[in-house]
């Protein structure tokens, strides 16, 4: 049956119909949709780890056992599981492993841009590059299969463009789940340095063998055509089937590594001119010159961004090809902090103290955009907690004007570890943990303080407030982010204390379901003089023409704005 997919919701596809039913994974847009699409298939066991690290090493351990297991997660995620990932490529695996890893080409979403099949040769990891959603659901079965005949985990390089969107798929019958049988076997899975030794000699024959699968088996395969030959991967695949000069060959690359040496040689040993298409990292090109081959890429592409049809035809046609444009120019629409966003007073009080704020990754990011204007850095998952550490060690007269911000799943993903640092190595630092029972940016997935599981089912909660105190801290305070007195008053009681502290800004998320709307509000023109302090909330359901309004069907009553306005003219609508 065909069906039309997203190329996450594919990858799922695949997974079920490979047999696997264990499914760990940290939600990390663009690769999010994976696991949910996983987890509405009754045999899969699917679940939400605290961090990319826990879901690879459980993902490991069932591998180990006989189990097909599966893990996704976005590039920046690869990061934090590197550690397993790389000692993973020297034990192998028993089930078969496979690790979808999705780019960001662009950074829709992202701190960073980072190409995966440059972190996984360092690995020693083999990749698959899917160009579609058809290809996504065949790639992840085959990597499944590959992953059990050489005795290696397999990589899916995603792209943004690739996982969210939707082309055809024929689905097929899927592979009952099953165990292979465990047998004990210290010298290829404990890691010490005299087993070690062997299993790195091991894995350059198991590479050897994937190189050979890579130029033998039609996985890569070829277009022969005449004029220029190019040599793509990904979605550039179809990219340069679209925009480059008709009848050009093509080497469509599905394993990106180990790269088919041979192939590549012969291909472009047919043509004048070879061209590397590839998004991000100069992996193929740089591969192409080791081989002695003269192919152009970054001379001619950028290696960064997103790659398209009409660059495609603008760099190898010189033509840009013909389409449709709006006549009136579209203002742009920068993303803001939704309308009763439990966050937004925490930073305008932080504004109005003018503090140093340590910031992290989440929907709070936004507020380091003006008015608010509020965050001071951002670098990565649970980098303020830590990062505050070493602003106060540094300058330790600053705990009296610095604090970090952090969401409930990031503090619970990697901000532990620097509370815990705080604690040991006693920096006075103050710590927010903007708790609104979510994982917010990646679009509501729960989380291990949530109550809930990844089907919505009742889970054991991490109490916050509890885990700090554990973790050392004494000054512990829970503060509703709404009441924005409470909020200040909080915030300069803990700056002036002479020990660590944390404070919760404790209230769901505006989105959730479960969060009750409230009383809209709306601005007396008689009063309202025009000062536009309410403006500095930054909320979307405020505008200013000659005096302020509030859009009623935006607002979602929840009274900052009311807080602000210093001549009592936003009241309740009655």
């Known amino acids: 049956m065909k069906q039309l997919m997203l190329g996450n919701e594919a990858v799922a ?68 599981a590197a550690d397993p990932l790389f000692t993973l490529a020297y034990t192998g695996v028993s089930g078969g492993l496979v690790i979808a890893v999705a780019d960001d080409p662009g950074m829709h979403s992202s701190q960073n841009e980072q190409d995966t099949r440059s972190v996984a040769a360092a690995a020693r990891v083999p990749v698959l590059e899917p160009a579609d959603s058809a290809e996504c659901r065949e790639l992840t079965i085959l990597a499944f299969e590959i992953s059990e005949r050489f005795d290696v985990p397999v990589i899916i390089r ?30 290829k899975n404990v890691m010490v340095p005299a087993n070690a030794r062997g299993r790195r000699v091991n894995l350059e024959e198991r590479m050897a063998a994937l190189l050979e699968y890579s130029e033998k088996s039609g996985i890569n395969t070829v277009e022969e055509g005449e004029g220029i030959g190019i040599i793509a991967s990904g979605v550039c695949r179809l990219y340069a089937r679209e925009g480059a000069p008709e009848g050009s060959g093509v080497l469509s690359i599905r394993m990106s590594y180990p790269l088919p040496d041979k192939l590549i040689k012969e291909f472009a040993s047919g043509y004048k001119n070879v061209v590397v298409a590839e998004e991000l990292d100069a992996v193929i090109e740089t591969r192409c010159k080791v081989l002695g081959v003269d192919a152009v890429g970054k001379d001619i592409f950028p290696a960064y961004g997103e790659y398209s049809q009409r660059m ?50 989440g929907c709070y990011t936004l507020a380091a955009a003006p ?43 990697s901000g532990v570890t620097g509370l815990i640092d705080i604690v040991y190595n006693q920096s006075n630092a103050t710590v927010i943990i903007l708790d609104n029972a979510t994982t917010g940016m990646t679009g509501h997935q729960h989380n291990p303080s949530t109550g809930f599981d990844v089907r ?24 509703d982010p709404y009441d924005l007195d409470s ?23 505006a ?27 930054g909320c979307p359901a405020i505008c200013m023409s000659k005096t302020a309004a509030i859009e009623e069907n935006i607002c979602f009553g929840c009274g900052m704005c009311k807080c602000v306005c210093p001549f009592g003219a936003i009241v309740e609508v009655v």
């Open 13 to 80: 596809r695949g997974i079920y119909e490979a047999g696997c039913a264990l499914v760990f994974s940290y939600p990390g847009t663009p690769s999010t949709e994976i696991t949910e699409y996983a987890a509405k298939y009754s045999g899969i066991t699917a679940e939400w780890s605290p961090n990319e690290k826990v879901a690879l090493e459980a993902a490991i351990g069932a591998s180990m056992v006989g189990a097909r297991a599966f893990c996704a997660m976005k590039h920046v995620g690869l990061n934090v």
């Open 158 to 187: 995603l792209t943004t463009r690739i996982a969210h969107s939707r082309s055809l798929v024929e689905t097929g019958e899927a592979r009952a789940a099953r165990l292979e049988d465990y047998q004990k076997n210290p010298q």
């Open 312 to 361: 495609i035809a603008e760099k190898l046609r010189g033509e840009t090809p013909e389409y449709e444009s709006f006549g009136d120019v579209i203002p742009l629409r920068p993303p803001v902090l939704c309308a009763g966003c439990t966050h937004r007073g925490v930073f305008y009080v932080l504004c109005k103290l003018d503090l140093f704020v340590s910031g992290d990754i």
């Open 371 to 413: 008015p608010l204007s509020a965050i001071d850095t951002t670098v990565c998952m649970g980098a303020s907690v830590s990062g505050l550490h070493g602003v106060l060690k540094a300058r330790p007269d600053w705990s009296k004007r610095a604090v970090a911000v952090i969401g409930d799943s990031t503090f619970l993903h």
């Open 456 to 479: 919505g089912n009742s889970a054991p909660v991490i109490d916050l407030e509890a885990l700090c105190l554990a973790c050392g801290v004494k000054r512990v305070a829970v503060v």
């Open 487 to 509: 909020v200040e008053k909080s915030i300069l009681e803990e700056l002036s204390a002479a020990e660590p502290s944390v404070i919760i800004m404790k209230r769901p998320c």
């Open 511 to 537: 989105l959730l379901k479960s969060s009750v709307k409230g009383t809209p509000y709306r601005i007396e023109g008689d009063k309202c003089r025009g000062c536009k302090k309410c403006l500095a909330l």
